[in-house]
């Protein structure tokens, strides 16, 4: 079945410092990838996507390029701050027929220190 | 434009009870889904539904259920509570879940004591 895997965390960087989250998945067919961010006490909410190979996701700074050959979708933000501080998570959408469900990876959680 | 709203916000239930969520979607969004989030699994698909018929579930215990109406409004049902089913359940929807253009609701969070 379809899996996403990602970078274990927690991840404890300082502000300004460069980020990667890395992500890869094992899907058939062509699905649809995303980032995926969880504030405390919140659901998720939308960061980023990519719905074909060799697209670039961006958002707020972060961006992430779908890699058909290495099946990956790595997050990166060049200069991280104090709200980016945060759980985020990759994952993918497969269509099979009619069914449509988003497989999660197990999430990374960022603290950014001032 | 409204986000997507689920109540309640927190419920305190106790084992072998049984408990409704109620997710009201965006409007115009005819797909909704539901996912379990707990420390142990991650986020874990339930179910989605699009034009009031379930087309896609997870792998949860019968227990577990759900419905939509005309309008798109969703509830989902645990029976008899247990308590590894203390979670925070979350809805998403869709306009009609291709593309995978979710938008996620700030989720129910059940306790089971």
């Known amino acids: 079945g379809d899996s996403v895997t990602q970078m274990e965390g927690p991840v404890t960087l300082s502000e300004e410092a460069f980020l990667t989250i890395n992500c890869t998945y094992t899907a058939t067919g062509y699905p649809s990838l995303f980032w995926y961010v969880q504030y405390p006490g919140e659901g998720l909410q939308l960061l980023l996507k990519?719905?074909?190979?060799?697209d670039k996701g961006s958002n707020k700074g972060f961006e992430a390029t779908y890699r058909k050959e290495t099946t990956s979708f790595h997050l990166e933000k060049g200069s991280v701050q104090v709200s980016d501080s945060a759980v985020y998570f990759c994952?993918?959408?497969?269509?099979?027929?009619?069914?449509?469900?988003?497989?999660f990876g197990s999430g990374t959680q960022l603290t950014v220190l001032p | 434009k409204a986000g997507v709203t689920q109540t309640p916000r927190y419920l305190i239930k106790t084992r072998g009870q049984q408990v409704t969520l109620s997710c009201s979607p965006i409007?115009?969004?005819?797909?909704v889904s539901w996912y379990q989030q707990t420390p142990g699994q991650g986020l874990q698909f339930l179910f989605e539904?699009?034009?009031?018929?379930?087309?896609n579930k997870g792998n949860f215990p019968g227990r577990f259920s759900g419905r939509q109406f005309s309008n798109s409004r969703s509830e989902m049902n645990v029976s008899t509570l247990e308590l590894g089913d203390s979670a925070l359940y979350l809805c998403?929807?869709?306009?009609?879940?291709?593309?995978?253009?979710?938008?996620f609701g700030s989720g129910t969070r059940l306790t089971v004591v």
């Open positions: 990519a719905t074909k190979a060799d």
């Open positions: 994952a993918l959408n497969n269509f099979r027929g009619s069914a449509r469900q988003l497989t």
């Open positions: 409007s115009g969004h005819r797909s």
């Open positions: 539904y699009f034009s009031e018929t379930q087309r």
């Open positions: 998403a929807s869709s306009p009609d879940g291709a593309t995978g253009g979710y938008t």
